[in-house]
């Protein structure tokens, strides 16, 4: 909303997901300064009001985010109407259209030195990916890459599982999130699940050592988004061609080009091959945001960086989507957002999830912060960052 409102120069009339709708308030109250003058307007309604909008002679242009299948319904009509037309290069609607649509988003993990305080850090890592926001993220982890013969593989997954036998179930509160979680079991039944399912919770889950060379299978051409993830380890004899062949199977064999997350010891980096290779990686990977050693999800929140698919998409294959948001920077035609952070920093993140108890206080704190900005909350900030 922002950005189309100040990079992009337009006037917004926003119309949030209905599960989202609670949010308008809050939007109408904080942004009065632009809904007064008539530069923003914020509506409420479902499919049928989405419909209208779009197809409305007034809107000039249309972003989106949600499901590639919701920009084909968009752009080319629901249906079998609609899937013909895609096939007939005939678009029901020729304004343009741009969108955020999702990503099963990998984190490829290097092989290193890895101690078990390690292990311990980067497992609640890349918990927490999945984990926040209960898994209905477009940046959650999708599939865990990693080599079949590092020694830590299996204690890195061991310790995953850990992680998630001690984190409570959420609610799976997005539609069809039930059908979709079935879809994997029922093509995984020997998927690890953490928890009880019940009427409002789903469990965690984990499906460990997907066969890699199975293109097709559902962990690598769907997105959850829900509570779950995969593995997969590929075959390598060097470090290098481990990096390699991550990157290839990255890029050809997983849906999507939103971002990705690298996780690379210190030490691996001082051996000038690995240095080489994850710089090699860092310019192949065909995703619109990478984070190296922290979760890419976090270009989503910075602001600065920019937010989108990697470009190249076209609306008869959408894939991830189309264009960028944030870009406060305002750089014309961005390819990808690279984001750099210590493997293993002295203050764990506020969104781990064993900041649970630290996280109300410290975004309290944050909040407060941001409303009025002054050097004598800082050192409150940091004392209820490393210590509660």
């Known amino acids: 909303m922002l950005y189309k409102l100040f990079t992009e120069n337009q006037v917004v009339l926003f119309k949030a997901n209905p599960v989202n709708a609670y949010l308008g308030p809050l939007f109408e109250e904080s942004f009065q300064s632009l809904i007064k003058p008539g530069y923003l307007r914020i509506v409420y309604g479902g499919a049928e009001e989405g419909t209208y909008l779009c197809q409305h ?3 000039d242009e249309i972003h989106i985010t949600g499901s590639d299948k919701t920009f084909d ?8 109407e609609g899937q013909q037309r895609k096939a007939n290069r005939q678009p029901l609607v020729t304004k343009r259209v741009t969108g955020e649509l999702g990503n099963v988003s990998p984190v490829i993990v290097v092989p290193g030195p890895w101690n078990q305080k390690d292990l311990a850090f980067q497992a609640e890592h890349i918990a927490s990916m999945l984990a926040n926001n209960a898994g209905y993220n477009c940046n959650a982890t999708r599939v865990i890459i990693q080599h ?8 890195l997954l061991q310790q995953l599982r850990q992680v998630l036998s001690h984190l409570p179930t959420r609610k799976a509160y997005y539609p069809g999130a039930r059908q979709r979680y079935q879809a994997f079991l029922d093509a995984h039944p020997d998927a690890d699940q953490f928890g009880t399912s019940n009427d409002e919770d789903l469990p965690w889950t984990l499906i460990s050592d997907v066969d890699a060379t199975q293109s097709d299978d559902i962990c690598f051409t769907t997105e959850a988004f829900c509570s779950l993830f995969a593995e997969t380890a590929l075959e390598a004899a060097t470090v290098v061609e481990y990096i390699e062949r991550a990157v290839d199977f990255a890029n050809e064999q997983l849906w999507g080009t939103l971002n990705v997350t690298l996780l690379v010891h210190p030490r691996s980096l001082k051996d000038p091959a690995v240095a080489t290779a994850i710089d090699r990686a860092i310019a192949r990977l065909r995703y619109g945001t990478i984070g190296i050693n922290y979760w890419a999800g976090a270009g989503f929140v910075l602001g600065t960086t920019t937010w989108g698919a990697f470009p190249g998409h076209d609306i008869y294959a959408i894939r991830s989507g189309n264009g960028v948001v944030h870009n406060s920077l305002m750089f014309d035609q961005p390819q990808k957002s690279v984001i750099y952070a210590p493997f293993r920093g002295p203050l764990v993140p506020p969104w781990f999830t064993k900041q649970g108890k630290i996280s109300p206080k410290l975004f309290a704190k944050l909040i407060r912060f941001e409303k009025a900005p002054s050097w004598l909350k800082i050192p409150g900030i940091v004392k209820t960052a490393m210590f509660g």
Do not use: T, Y
């Open 148 to 155: 079949k013969d590092w020694s830590q593989r299996l204690p």
């Open 73 to 80: 319904a968009i752009v080319f009509g629901p249906g079998e």
């Open 57 to 59: 002679p007034n809107i």
